[in-house]
């Protein structure tokens, strides 16, 4: 139990509103201009796979899921940086996960193709 008490001290101690204050301020600066140069990039990401998920006749209440899948795949690409085999390797692991949870593979395969230009992956 004493710990348990010391681990509880040691965290009220280090967390304080003036702490965080101090170190959220000092983040912003660097949080702002990455979200301001990623998000033109996202919404232009988000918007051909609503292009998409419309021409494929998908119903809107599948959307979050379709788009969940989009945006891991816009992460790994566009922030991670990963292309060439490991991302059409990744590609096809996260559609078989996403296949696994009820989406249509002919639409996933359609976002991976049409929004990201990733080729199937050589096996």
Do not use: C
């Given at each position: 139990m004493v710990g348990a008490i010391y681990r509880k001290s040691a965290w009220d101690a280090k967390v304080t509103a003036a702490r965080l204050l101090t170190d959220l301020?000092?983040?912003?600066?660097?949080?702002?201009?990455?979200?301001?140069?990623?998000?033109?990039?996202?919404?232009?990401?988000?918007?051909?796979?609503?292009?998409?998920?419309?021409?494929?006749g998908v119903s809107t209440i599948q959307y979050p899921f379709y788009l969940a899948f989009a945006r891991e795949t816009y992460r790994k690409q566009a922030i991670q940086e990963i292309s060439g085999e490991s991302l059409a390797l990744w590609a096809a692991i996260m559609m078989a996960k996403w296949?696994?949870?009820?989406?249509?593979?002919?639409?996933?395969?359609?976002?991976?193709?049409?929004?990201?230009?990733?080729a199937a992956p050589i096996v």
């Open positions: 301020t000092a983040l912003l600066p660097n949080m702002t201009l990455r979200m301001t140069a990623r998000t033109p990039g996202l919404v232009a990401m988000e918007t051909m796979t609503k292009q998409v998920l419309d021409g494929a296949v696994s949870r009820g989406l249509a593979s002919p639409v996933l395969t359609a976002i991976r193709t049409d929004v990201f230009s990733i």
